[in-house]
Structures are given as C-alpha cells and as structure tokens.
C-alpha cells in the first residue's frame, strides 16, 4: 500500500474526503496521496484548474512525512483514475458524496456506481461531514449465495484487515420471506463461515426488507468506523452484491464505505 487517490471536484464532501485519507494515511502509513481532477467535458482550462488544486493542498492538514500531489488531466475519469492508479500504485480511490435530496441520491448513486465498476482498484466513499476516526471495527456485509467463496476477494479484505488491525464483523440480512434453496443456503453458510475464520470475526444475521439501511443501521449502532461492501455488475450477482444495494449504501451510510470488486469479475 503505497498510495491513496483523491478524486476532486471541488465539492465541500470532496474536500473533506481529501482530509479524511491524509488522516488514515498516517494510520496506514502511507507516503503519498495524490489529488486528482478531471477536465473532460469542462471549459475551463487546465493550467487554474491545477492553481486551485495546489490551493486546495495547501489548506489540508498533514503529517509532515505525507507527500501531496496535485494532477490534472483532460482524460476521462476512469481512464484517468486507472492510470493514475498504476502510476503511483494506489492502493484505493477515495471519494466524497454530496446531498440527500433526489437529485442528490441519483447522482451519487450514478458517480459510486461508475467509479466502483471501472476503478481497478477498490474504491472509498466518504460521507458528507464524516471526521476520521482510527479504524478499530470494520463491518463486512456479504449474502448467503451459491460459490460465495469464489465471488469475495478475501485475499484482499484479510491482509486489509490485518493491516490495520481491526476486529471484523460479518454481517448479513435477508427479508423475512426469503426463500433461498436449502443446498445454496448451507452451502452459502459454509463459505461465510470459513472465508475470514482466521481473523476470528463476528457473525450477525439480520432480517429486514432494506438491505442497505439495515446494513447501514448495524454499522453505526456497532460502533463501525469502516463498512466494506462486495459490488457485481448488472445481472451478474444477486442479493447484497446488487449494484442497487451498493448505491444505496453509499446513500444511506453515515460510516465511510469502502467497496470491493467481485472475485469473479
């Protein structure tokens, strides 16, 4: 882990994301976090857009071991963000979300959805106004499916976890009609229990028809300062790994979100 990657768009959650992971960084003991924005499809011109940004990194406050880089391309945001990304070995893209009126879910639904599916790497949404807090609880949010293990980038989530040291809640809901198959239902049982055995977590099993609230509620309620959750694409996965559930979440959580590829993807 050698780098965080800021998107900005200027935006007061995008600000504020920016200081939430030159806080973890410290934490985490990173070197480097890089600001990065995108002028595709926008008049104004790169060289004040950069001026602003640098101004921007003057602002935040650091330890004085973390370097800040400031970039500013014209190319798209994902292409943007993957390059980037292998340039300077991100380890995740950090990002802020903004406002709770309709228009609001809908665009941070869209922007999460598109950054979480292209970013070659895992992707961190931020709350608006979140302050950051030393990760000592994380709560992982996984369904009960046929070949779970195959689908959960465990490798990734257990060296994460590791890292920094944190107890780990699994936490799962299902509505009070489900009708999952008994075979898929033990064998979606065994996955969950051996895939994160060695960290010693704790299981909870929830029943609620909102998926992402509950899960949402559970985070907050125990004392949650991370909440990691497993997206597929459209048709791909069902239950907890449904895109519409990772929108959601990033709607609904008052704890920052950090979001997973598939294994299988």
Same mark, same amino acid.
């Given at each position: 882990?050698?780098?965080?990657?800021?998107?900005?768009?200027?935006?007061?959650?995008?600000?504020?994301?920016?200081?939430y992971?030159? !806080?973890w960084a410290f934490?985490?003991?990173?070197?480097?976090?890089v600001l990065?924005h995108?002028?595709?499809?926008?008049s104004?011109g790169?060289e004040?857009?950069?001026k602003?940004?640098?101004k921007?990194s003057r602002?935040?406050?650091?330890e004085?071991?973390?370097e800040?880089?400031c970039?500013?391309?014209?190319?798209?945001l #994902?292409e943007?963000?993957?390059?980037?990304?292998r340039?300077?070995?991100?380890?995740?893209?950090v990002?802020g979300?903004?406002g709770?009126? *309709?228009v609001?879910q809908?665009?941070?639904?869209?922007?999460?959805?598109q950054?979480?599916?292209?970013? =070659?790497?895992?992707?961190l949404?931020?709350?608006?106004?979140?302050?950051f807090?030393?990760?000592?609880?994380?709560?992982?949010a996984l369904?009960i499916i046929?070949?779970?293990?195959?689908?959960?980038?465990? =490798?990734?989530? *257990?060296?994460?976890v +590791?890292?920094?040291?944190a107890?780990?809640?699994?936490?799962n809901?299902?509505? !009070? *009609?489900d009708?999952?198959?008994?075979?898929?239902?033990?064998?979606?049982?065994k =996955?969950?229990?051996?895939l994160? =055995?060695?960290?010693?977590?704790?299981?909870?099993f929830?029943?609620d028809?909102?998926?992402?609230?509950s899960i949402?509620?559970?985070?907050? #309620?125990n004392?949650?300062?991370?909440l990691i959750?497993?997206?597929g *694409?459209?048709?791909?996965?069902?239950g907890?790994?449904k895109?519409s559930?990772? +929108?959601?979440?990033?709607y609904?959580?008052?704890?920052?979100?950090?979001?997973y590829r598939s294994?299988?993807?």
């Amino acid at each position: 882990m050698n780098t965080l990657l800021v998107l900005i768009d200027f935006s007061q959650s995008s600000l504020n994301a920016a200081q939430y992971a030159l !806080s973890w960084a410290f934490q985490l003991n990173i070197k480097k976090v890089v600001l990065y924005h995108s002028t595709a499809g926008e008049s104004t011109g790169e060289e004040d857009i950069a001026k602003e940004l640098e101004k921007i990194s003057r602002r935040l406050v650091r330890e004085d071991k973390i370097e800040i880089t400031c970039i500013v391309n014209s190319d798209a945001l #994902d292409e943007g963000i993957n390059a980037l990304a292998r340039q300077y070995q991100a380890f995740l893209v950090v990002m802020g979300i903004t406002g709770r009126n *309709k228009v609001g879910q809908k665009l941070i639904g869209s922007n999460v959805f598109q950054v979480s599916q292209t970013a =070659d790497v895992p992707v961190l949404v931020v709350p608006a106004k979140a302050k950051f807090k030393t990760i000592r609880n994380i709560a992982l949010a996984l369904p009960i499916i046929a070949d779970l293990q195959s689908h959960t980038p465990r =490798d990734d989530i *257990k060296s994460f976890v +590791k890292t920094l040291g944190a107890t780990l809640m699994i936490v799962n809901v299902a509505g !009070s *009609k489900d009708r999952t198959p008994k075979p898929v239902l033990y064998a979606g049982l065994k =996955d969950l229990f051996g895939l994160f =055995d060695e960290l010693n977590p704790s299981y909870h099993f929830l029943t609620d028809q909102n998926t992402a609230s509950s899960i949402a509620d559970f985070a907050k #309620d125990n004392n949650a300062q991370l909440l990691i959750s497993i997206s597929g *694409k459209h048709g791909f996965l069902q239950g907890m790994f449904k895109p519409s559930i990772t +929108k959601k979440l990033a709607y609904h959580s008052v704890v920052p979100l950090l979001i997973y590829r598939s294994g299988k993807e």
